[in-house]
């Protein structure tokens, strides 16, 4: 393993599905000095995504401590948070998902988790889905997430130093910094 460094800053990661997002932003996290920590939006829906929660569990080892909360977002990373330590949310879309499926408000909890990353004492890496590349969804509810992803990602992108998005497992830099890989 690569020396460990001090220089990442808040990231956005985003990539279709299987575009190497998650490994990407691991390696991101444990080339920094301190801490892994990871926070997990996922719910088991069904044995698809319980195997992909395994796979992802089995890929980042040992050194990682996971937190899953796949609504309360903004009070987990205020709460687990402190400077010896690099945070990686993964994913965002499936917690905009969850927030959709709990009735609450995406747009308002996304402006929250902007708002929260300037008090945060350590770096925060955020994985997403880029979801609108392809048609435009047939019923409301897909179009509603579609839109829901694209204002958080747009958000976030506006305040974050460093995104990055995934193409078969390739990083193209969209915003860089002097904090990258």
Excluded at 95 to 114: C, F, H, I, S, Y
Excluded at 167 to 181: D, E
Aim: aromatic residues 4%; negative net charge; charged residues 25%.
């Amino acid at each position: 393993m690569a020396e460990k460094n001090t220089t990442l800053v808040h990231s956005l990661i985003l990539g279709g599905a299987r575009s190497g997002k998650s490994s990407y932003a691991e390696h991101l996290v444990e080339r920094q000095k301190g801490d892994c920590l990871y926070v997990a939006t996922a719910r088991v829906w069904d044995d698809e995504m319980s195997d992909r929660i395994e796979e992802h569990k089995e890929r980042r080892g040992a050194c990682w401590t996971t937190f899953e909360e796949p609504l309360d977002l903004v009070q987990c990373l205020k709460r687990i948070q402190r400077p010896d330590a690099t945070i990686l949310v993964d994913c965002l879309t499936l917690w905009v998902t969850n927030l959709m499926m709990e009735g609450r408000d995406p747009d308002v909890e996304g402006a929250q988790l902007v708002a929260s990353l300037a008090e945060l004492s350590c770096p925060v890496v955020l994985v997403s889905n880029e979801v609108g590349l392809g048609i435009v969804p047939m019923d409301k509810m897909s179009r509603d997430f579609r839109d829901y992803a694209g204002r958080l990602h747009q958000r976030l992108a506006a305040v974050i130093p460093s995104v990055t998005f995934m193409v078969s497992g390739l990083p193209m830099q969209v915003k860089p910094t002097c904090g990258r890989v």
